[in-house]
């Protein structure tokens, strides 16, 4: 009879244990964790058949990828605008450039951005008036036109992507205003800052930059632009301003040139 003097006690501390795993949202987390083989193997067939920076992965990053992608899935509500659905694809393609921008981070989630809408082509900012592409608002909600994200990741070279330069004001929003993110960043992100005003000011008056003109408008425009040339032209980003590259190298904690 002695099982019987156990069984209480256990009963309770298996309650309590229960209790805690809830409460700490353990079980949401084992959910998330959990990706099967057969997702993985969808998952990698998604991404390699669009994604240059994912095939250029090595197996282990491209897992890393994949588990990243099925994490993010449950964790931000990506909802389609005016009509436009959103299916699986959908919301793989429109993590693809948050996963690309923060893959050198251990602490990849940039907590605030916890929505995103699609719209299908350019829509009217309600305060502005004006048509957009694409927004971070600092309420937390990133906006991005389909049309557009597609255009980005089809032409892969020429310093223009929808999605890396909206995911990259979500984290410079990220890194000023909360603390809540991977840590370190702040004097790499100040350094690139400092020199943005000199290269601003050369971006309005030449005729010639590597930077389109927009990155002129000020500093905010600028790190996303520099982004999308970071990811799309390494190679002359590193020939034609090679302190700005080695910052960027230094803030995204990854090299797209190795
Ligand atoms: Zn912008």
């Not at 949401?28 to 057969?38: D, G």
Request: charged share 25%.
């Amino acid at each position: 009879m002695q099982s019987n003097e156990y069984f209480a006690p256990l009963l309770v501390i298996s309650l309590f244990i229960i209790y805690s795993m809830h409460y700490l949202g353990l079980f949401k987390f084992l959910r998330m964790a959990f990706i099967s083989r057969e997702e993985k193997w969808k998952l990698n067939k998604f991404y390699g058949a669009r994604f240059s920076y994912y095939n250029k992965l090595s197996d282990k990053d491209k897992e890393r990828f994949i588990v990243r992608a099925h994490i993010l899935m449950h964790k931000i509500r990506i909802e389609g605008r005016q009509g436009f659905k959103i299916d699986l694809n959908e919301k793989l393609f429109v993590l693809a450039a948050y996963i690309q921008l923060t893959f050198g981070f251990k602490k990849y989630f940039l907590p605030k951005f916890k929505r995103i809408f699609v719209y299908p082509d350019a829509y009217r900012n309600q305060s502005t008036g004006n048509m957009h592409y694409g927004e971070v608002n600092p309420r937390g909600v990133i906006v991005l036109s389909w049309k557009r994200l597609l255009k980005g990741n089809e032409i892969i070279d020429d310093g223009i992507n929808l999605g890396l330069h909206e995911m990259a004001h979500a984290l410079m929003h990220t890194i000023i205003h909360s603390n809540d993110h991977e840590l370190g960043l702040d004097p790499f992100l100040r350094d690139i800052v400092r020199l943005s005003k000199h290269e601003m000011e050369k971006i309005k008056s030449e005729e010639h930059h590597l930077f389109r003109r927009y990155a002129g408008s000020n500093i905010y425009e600028f790190f996303a632009v520099a982004i999308e040339n970071f990811f799309e032209l390494p190679v002359e980003l590193q020939k034609e301003l090679p302190t700005l590259y080695t910052y960027l190298v230094r803030l995204l904690k990854q090299d797209p040139l190795k």
